[in-house]
């Protein structure tokens, strides 16, 4: 079924950065598309960005321009870098498949605040 692992949140000051990282197992990502979501407090979970093999990544509007997702086939892992950072992108970021099929794993917690 695969588990995903994610980490790298952090308290961070507005117009700062971040390194996500996602460790995948259980199933390859070569052949999945894998996505970034995040849940604000009060908020339901959305996609924040999607990487596919042999495809240019898809952001959402307002994380456009700012963040960056990629992949280490050979780490089985994604990643997401996120610069100019808002108030707003407060929340817990989880990975998954595009069609989110495996079980959510734990997030890890990015706080955008001076």
């Known amino acids: 079924q695969g588990q995903v692992v994610e980490s790298g949140g952090s308290l961070v000051q507005p117009g700062g950065s971040l390194r996500l990282s996602c460790v995948a197992t259980g199933f390859s990502i070569r052949t999945e598309i894998m996505a970034w979501y995040r849940q604000a407090p009060g908020k339901q979970r959305e996609r924040v960005a999607s990487i596919s093999s042999g495809r240019d990544p898809i952001y959402t509007d307002f994380v456009e321009g700012r963040f960056t997702i990629s992949r280490d086939s050979a780490k089985n892992a994604i990643y997401l870098e996120m610069n100019s950072l808002k108030p707003e992108d407060t929340g817990v970021y989880y990975c998954?498949?595009?069609?989110?099929?495996?079980?959510w794993g734990q997030g890890t917690q990015v706080t955008v605040s001076a």
């Open positions: 998954n498949t595009g069609s989110r099929r495996i079980p």
